[in-house]
Every structure is written in structure tokens, then in C-alpha cells.
């Protein structure tokens, strides 16, 4: 392992989830800081006009992480010299039909958020970690949530999904001890994002008085910060799980 630092101009990013909210939020902060990002999410539209704002050389690249056919050839879609990815940022996903009884849900609602929060995230992971294991080098920074460690009423396939980001990333991160990639989770809590309006398919009104029910709510730039605090350690510095809570 060296000691060379991955957060640097020139190294190259992918962000999942980088339409909106704290995927938007990560692609902006890295790319301020010289980072070449690749800019991943089902909208197009909403990441070609992110990619025009932003400061560095940037890739708008239409992934539904769900599709995994579409995850598996993602590298070979990309042009050659984006291929070497030294940051993998998997930020994509939801809660569709959430915050309700479990015997209430919609059981495809339920797979789909199976399907892209936890075997999206891990296919994404699979399709880049060879290189990186390849070349020595890389850091992969997962954004979980505290509902990985605490269980929440009437929130039981989210907080599931999120047991399994956090187990899957404490396990692989003991793998890829001396590979030179490191492993870090981002754990935040209650974000104000687009997130609750996806949860209830664009309901505004009814995300805007879930948000208004807490005292306080983190902002996606909160978050970005801290994936930029982990990337921007040294090489021989692990940040394993970093938890971040409104005040």
C-alpha cells in the first residue's frame, strides 16, 4: 500500500445516485476538488445538466443500479480512459412505499427496494472492486444509515436493507485488508432530500410534513463532507463507520 492520496486532481469517481440529494451533493464536492466524476443515476437529463455545472471534467452516465445487466457492463460502456476508477462512492437508493406496517406493504415494492439497496449496491461493488484490487489502489465509500445499527418502528424493510449494507461492508472490509482499497461507511440519519418524495411517489406535501415532524434534519452537504473527511485521510488511515446525527 502507498501512501499516495486517492482524493487528488486527476483520480477519477463514480457516484451512484447523482441526480439529486446527497449523490448531487458528493459529485459537486469532489469534482471541486480536481476529481474527474462520473456521474451515475436513472435520470439523464438531471445528470447532463449537473455534469454542465460542474467545475471538472465530469461523465453523465444513465445506470439503474436495480438492472443488473445494466450494472455489470457499466465499465464497458465508459470510454476507455474512465475506466481506472479510483473512488466508487454507492449512494444510490430508496425506501418506495416506506414508513408503514410491514403487513401493509406492497411486496414488489418491498424486492424493488431489496433489489437496488442492497444487490444493486453489491453488483455495483462487484463490477469495480476487481480493478481496483488489481491496481493496489482505491477507496469505496458506501453511505448507509443509522437504521444499519437501530432498528425503527414501522420502518422494517428500509432498516433490513440497511443491516445488510452494514454487514456486507464490516465483512468486506476485513477481505480486502493489504489489497491497498480501503472500505468505509458513511452512517447518516434523517437527511432533507428528494428521499421522502420518492417514498411516496412525488408526494410533496406528505414529505414535507415528515420532515417538519423532527427538530432538525442534516443536509446533503453534511454528508458530502464526510465521504470528502474519509477520502482525504492517508493511504495507511482506515475510517471504517462514520455516523452522522442531526444536533
Not at 15 to 21: C, H, I, L, N, Y
Amino acid at each position: 500500500m502507498t501512501d499516495d492520496a486517492i482524493l487528488a486532481e486527476g483520480s477519477t469517481a463514480l457516484v451512484t445516485g447523482a441526480s439529486a440529494g446527497i449523490g448531487r451533493a458528493v459529485a459537486a464536492a469532489l469534482s471541486a476538488r480536481g476529481v474527474r466524476v462520473i456521474c451515475a443515476a436513472r435520470r439523464l437529463q438531471r445528470l447532463e445538466a449537473l455534469v454542465e455545472e460542474l467545475p471538472n471534467a465530469a461523465l453523465a452516465l444513465e445506470l439503474d443500479i436495480a438492472d443488473g445487466e445494466a450494472v455489470d457492463g457499466l465499465l464497458q460502456r465508459l470510454p476507455e480512459d474512465w475506466r481506472q476508477i479510483d473512488i466508487l462512492v454507492n449512494n444510490a437508493g430508496h425506501d418506495l412505499g416506506g414508513r408503514q406496517a410491514f403487513h401493509q406493504r406492497d411486496a414488489s415494492d418491498i424486492a424493488a427496494v431489496i433489489e437496488t439497496n442492497v444487490t444493486g449496491m453489491m453488483r455495483t461493488t462487484l463490477a469495480i472492486l476487481p480493478g481496483m484490487r488489481q491496481r493496489g489502489r482505491g477507496h469505496i465509500v458506501t453511505i448507509g444509515s443509522v437504521n444499519g445499527v437501530e432498528p425503527a418502528l414501522n420502518h422494517s424493510v428500509y432498516v433490513g436493507s440497511k443491516f445488510a449494507v452494514h454487514g456486507f461492508t464490516n465483512s468486506l472490509r476485513q477481505e480486502l485488508q493489504g489489497s491497498g482499497v480501503r472500505l468505509t461507511e458513511v452512517m447518516p440519519g434523517l437527511v432533507r432530500t428528494e428521499f421522502a418524495s420518492a417514498r411516496w411517489l412525488g408526494d410533496e406535501e406528505r414529505a414535507q410534513e415528515f420532515y417538519d415532524r423532527y427538530d432538525a434534519a442534516l443536509a446533503p452537504e453534511d454528508v458530502s463532507d464526510a465521504v470528502l473527511y474519509a477520502l482525504d485521510t492517508p493511504a495507511h488511515v482506515s475510517i471504517c463507520d462514520l455516523v452522522l446525527r442531526p444536533a
